[in-house]
């Protein structure tokens, strides 16, 4: 089994957010109120009873959590409202309230509507459950793929958030191999192009500012996306392509796509263009962990200097794995599972490093879950 080394911003398998990847941006992620961020959207008296079939939503089995979860005393009560649940990352109940409170909307209450959507399919890929949130968003995704001239009123008011996951949902269900969220993309990048034109025209500055930011967001997903693929040489190209997004958020993406295809000496070209002290000393490591030396010394200086870092601290335990002291690597996950939130790649390697070193691993793994259980209520 293999452990996820070094987190690549160019890789977008990940849901939870890191501050350099626009895939792993919080399109996924709800925020703590429910309200996905977004432009004020006209009003309207469309009728979105389409999206309040009861049928459409599915419930939460429970024996997808483990048994010191469900007996948890910290559990919230039936009547906890959704920040709450948010709050305390009880995504799981997160998502049967959404669906509850969507299905109670008025029909033509567009802006509760798209927002508890927003929140409950990013809570179902939040629990590892993105196959039934790309279900539950086929009712919407497959009126935006018609494109019937009815569909005109309904898109103006999707938040943008929304509109980008149900582009990510419609990836992961695909067969195509991506090239459809790739085409998908394209699409909104053509939209935000336009509203750019438009709001030059108007001279407002304010609204150019947003559309530019997220027509540069979604070329560096795009990027993502063709890595996903496998398209390595023309995610590279793609980014060579890119205007107005920051050189040294290019130069780093570059170098770690070099990485990633085993050019080490072209990685180490773009090493000096970093202008990021952190990118750079980042960087310098993974390339002697790639070179097949043992950078354990200098993780464990990078942890000293960045000791909330779990990026870092994720890489050590790996690169101590890799020098043979899996003890010393479940110790280090372990130590940072416990002081914060874990991300999906801690908790995927330390149940690796589990499964690796005793035959007790499923023990080990439930009580990993049972100190979770008391950290929020």
Known sequence: MALEAATNPLVAAQIEPSSPSPSASNESRPSRSARPASVDRPKSNVDLRFLQNRRTYHSLPPEDAAPPLLDSEQ????????????????FGRAAETAARDLLR??????????????????????VSR?????????????????NPPSATEVVVLIPWELRLLLVRLKSLSSEDGGRRGVMALYGLAGE??????????????????LWSERLHDLGLRVADALVEMGELETAERHLDSLTGVALDEIVYRKAMLRIHVGDLRGAERYFSKLESGNR????????????????????????????????????????SLYAGNIMDARRILERTVSRSPASAGILFNINTVYELCSERAIDHKIDLADPMRHEEG
């Not at 009560?77 to 959704?82: A, F, Q, V």
Request: glycine share 2%.
């Open 75 to 90: 559990q919230p009560s039936p009547d906890t409202p959704l920040p709450a649940l948010l709050r305390g990352s009880h």
């Open 192 to 209: 935000a192009r336009t509203h750019l034109k438009q709001m030059h025209m108007d001279e407002d500055e304010r609204e150019h500012a």
């Open 130 to 146: 993105p196959d039934l949130a790309a279900q539950e968003a086929s009712p919407l995704a497959d009126l935006l793929a018609r």
């Open 105 to 126: 909307c008025s029909p033509t209450d567009a802006e509760s509507i798209f927002q508890l959507l927003y929140t409950r399919l990013a809570c179902l890929v939040l």
């Open 280 to 319: 750079n000393d980042t960087l310098e490591t993974l390339l002697k962990m790639a070179d097949g030396q043992d950078a354990t010394s200098r993780w464990q200086d990078l942890l000293a200097q960045r000791s909330d870092d779990d990026m870092v601290a994720n890489n050590l335990a790996v690169s």
